[in-house]
């Protein structure tokens, strides 16, 4: 089947993520110019040397930087906790407990309100050039409410991640053991066909969640299962949540807020990427962790949103980049390096988060001449996707 093919010119800076297209960490071109064949990158090159193509798109002289991959979202929810907000804000601190209220408003939902609510959600991160999203179910906590959440979630990304064990729902307290039991047994049976992953707050010092032995048997299920491990580690404080991920080789560690020497190191020389979420920290008022002791410890770290009712209800992953620059010693670079590469790293996927011949034609547009604005204009609305609708 021929298809028609696209030539996109005025990119005054091309952020292409490929080292070999182009300057830097960032393989930066100037005057660039892309084909786009059947949802693909086809050529990348200097606008002067562009073949010809079956359409144009003039971008009048804006930057270019790869799709955003926001590899950490729950999305499927209702209810709201914006007075939670309030209260910590003036002190209250974070610690979980208020998963359960947004829980009992997602069981009683309709299928039809929490699409609608889903649907909001990645119209809202497509809108800010978010162009892959990872979604994780964990507010149903029965049987039924994970699989439907899961089954939601499948309408709109094929990344699906199984988080059951989010916390231990109210109806199970003081049976964390009969909870695992059901999450590896008859729920992770319901929900591994909708998913891709399984994930776990594993926060052994937590009323609310799960330790280290429940995490590892959590985890160990849905390996057997087929799925990809992740992990909500070392959010509340330095838990065993990073090693266990390094350990079983799971693709993502996330949070990573309160780090050991330790962690740091098993981050340094293993497979898992440290995915942080400065909006969580943010909004939660914790300690940003540090990024480049990370990086220098040859860590491979992605940025993504947390997008959640409680701990972060941001959809902007520049948000998350420019917090990243100010309190957690990214480069603008390495910050957009880690908001693109790094949530591809962390889902393991290779055709996103970089515009190499190949990859997905994902594109975020900035209204800016260059990347490093996302940046240095805070809270500006710079960012716009490219195709402008998904394309499945
Ligand atoms: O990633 N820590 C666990 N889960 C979410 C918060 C969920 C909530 O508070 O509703 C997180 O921070
Ligand atoms: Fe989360």
């Keep these: 089947?021929?298809?028609?093919?696209?030539?996109?010119?005025?990119?005054?800076?091309?952020?292409?993520?490929?080292?070999?297209?182009?300057?830097?960490?960032?393989?930066?071109?100037?005057?660039?110019?892309?084909?786009?064949?059947?949802?693909?990158?086809?050529?990348?090159?200097?606008?002067d040397a562009a073949p010809e193509a079956d359409r144009r798109v003039d971008l009048g002289g804006r930057a270019v930087v790869p799709g955003f991959v926001d590899s950490h979202a729950h999305l499927v929810f209702a209810g709201d906790r914006s007075a939670e907000f309030e209260a910590r804000m003036a002190g209250t601190p974070y610690d979980g407990g208020g998963i359960a209220a947004t829980v009992l408003a997602t069981r009683s939902a309709t299928d039809g309100d929490l699409r609608h609510r889903l649907a909001a959600l990645v119209a809202e991160l497509r809108r800010q050039g978010t162009t892959t999203v990872e979604v994780k179910s964990g507010y149903g906590l029965t049987v039924e409410d994970e699989a439907r959440a899961l089954r939601l979630a499948r309408e709109v990304t094929g990344e699906t991640t199984f988080l059951g064990a989010h916390v231990v729902p109210p109806e199970y307290a003081g049976r964390t053991g009969d909870y695992v039991d059901l999450v590896t047994g008859p729920m992770l049976a319901a929900c591994a066909p909708y998913a891709r992953w399984i994930d776990v707050f594993c926060e052994p010092g937590s009323a609310h969640a799960f330790d280290g032995?429940?995490?590892?048997?959590?985890?160990?299920?849905?390996?057997?299962?087929?799925?990809?491990?992740?992990?909500?580690?070392?959010?509340?404080?330095?838990g065993p949540g990073v090693r266990l991920a390094v350990e079983l080789g799971a693709a993502s560690a996330d949070h990573c807020t309160f780090?050991?020497?330790?962690?740091?190191?098993?981050?340094?020389?293993?497979?898992?990427?440290?995915?942080?979420?400065?909006?969580?920290?943010?909004?939660?008022?914790?300690?940003?962790?540090?990024?480049?002791?990370?990086?220098?410890?040859?860590?491979?770290?992605?940025?993504?949103?947390?997008?959640?009712?409680g701990s972060c209800y941001?959809?902007?992953?520049?948000?998350?980049?420019?917090?990243?620059?100010?309190?957690?010693?990214?480069?603008?670079?390495?910050?957009?390096?880690?908001?693109?590469?790094?949530?591809a790293a962390a889902l393991r996927r290779a055709d996103v988060g970089h515009l190499g011949v190949g990859a997905r034609a994902d594109l975020a547009v900035l209204?800016?001449?260059?990347?490093?604005?996302?940046?240095?204009?805070?809270?500006?609305?710079?960012?716009?996707?490219?195709?402008?609708?998904?394309?499945?």
């Design 367 to 392: 209204d800016a001449p260059s990347y490093r604005y996302l940046a240095y204009r805070p809270g500006v609305p710079l960012v716009t996707a490219w195709p402008p609708a998904p394309e499945g």
């Design 314 to 343: 941001t959809t902007s992953m520049a948000f998350c980049i420019a917090l990243a620059v100010r309190e957690m010693r990214l480069t603008p670079a390495e910050a957009v390096r880690a908001a693109t590469a790094g949530g």
């Design 213 to 238: 032995d429940a995490a590892r048997a959590v985890l160990e299920a849905g390996r057997a299962a087929g799925l990809g491990l992740r992990v909500h580690a070392n959010q509340l404080s330095a």
């Design 259 to 309: 780090l050991t020497g330790a962690d740091v190191e098993a981050l340094g020389g293993g497979r898992t990427v440290a995915t942080l979420l400065p909006g969580v920290e943010f909004a939660t008022r914790s300690p940003y962790p540090d990024a480049r002791r990370l990086l220098d410890a040859g860590a491979t770290v992605a940025l993504a949103t947390d997008c959640n009712p």
């Design 1 to 47: 089947m021929t298809t028609l093919t696209t030539l996109i010119t005025g990119i005054a800076e091309l952020a292409t993520n490929d080292p070999a297209l182009g300057d830097g960490p960032l393989g930066i071109r100037h005057d660039a110019a892309l084909v786009v064949d059947a949802g693909a990158v086809a050529w990348v090159g200097p606008a």
